[in-house]
């Protein structure tokens, strides 16, 4: 089985040379494939898109250092999945409840854009993880990519699975892909996502995961 994670890895030849131009630019900025955070065995897993530049590239943490993070964290931590309202660095104590935050693409992709290659090479572990984690039953997927990310794990049709904001799609053995659309800057300023979207679907996933 591949791991579900690989500080190391450089499989992506232009997003492993971004990070190199990056690193150069910001040297203490984290600037390599970013970890998964929470716990390895919690019943909630969100999927995001990709580390954003001054965000988790520069913290190592998920959703950490960037504006996409606010609603994120505040939004978790009102439903209990946080300890906290803020993730500000990966060293400030934060720590998630029954919940786990990772990315479908590890790495820091040039305009925030990862290639369709890039989000099918990195998919390795994204499948690994969602493979080990035995206990997950609601795979909340943080935008379309995402959504298409995880329906690849499962060996799934993207025709049988339209992405669409609170969407709930079956997929066997127990487990739901629930939908959103992403937390970002753009979509909270356009009002394409508002705070009572997101609260309703954080909700809804936390209300899936633990019906008996």
Avoid: W
């Avoid at 579900?4 to 990056?22: E, K, N, Q, S, Y």
């Avoid at 959703?63 to 505040?74: M, P, V």
């Avoid at 329906?151 to 997929?171: I, K, Q, T, Y």
């Amino acid at each position: 089985m591949n791991p579900i994670f690989d500080a190391d890895c450089r499989r992506c030849p232009r997003l492993a040379a971004f990070l190199d131009a990056v690193h150069a630019e910001e040297p203490d900025y984290y600037c390599r494939p970013v970890p998964p955070f929470g716990d390895p065995l919690a019943r909630i897993v969100l999927v995001g898109l990709a580390p954003g530049m001054h965000g988790a590239n520069r913290t190592g943490r998920p959703f950490t250092g960037d504006h996409a993070g606010i609603l994120l964290y505040r939004t978790l931590h009102k439903f209990g999945l946080a300890s906290g309202p803020e993730s500000i660095t990966a060293d400030d104590g934060l720590e998630l409840k029954d919940a786990r935050i990772t990315n479908s693409v590890k790495c820091l992709p040039p305009a925030n854009k990862p290639l369709p290659a890039e989000v099918k090479e990195c998919n390795a572990y994204l499948r690994a993880e969602l493979q080990q984690s035995r206990r997950a039953r609601v795979i909340l997927a943080l935008g379309a990519i995402a959504h298409a990310a995880v329906l690849r794990v499962f060996d799934l049709r993207p025709a049988a699975f339209r992405f669409a904001h609170a969407a709930e799609h079956d997929l066997g053995a127990g487990r739901v892909l629930l939908d959103s659309y992403h937390c970002s800057r753009y979509n909270t300023q356009t009002r394409r996502l508002t705070t009572d979207m997101f609260e309703a679907v954080i909700q809804r996933a936390r209300d899936l995961a633990l019906t008996p």
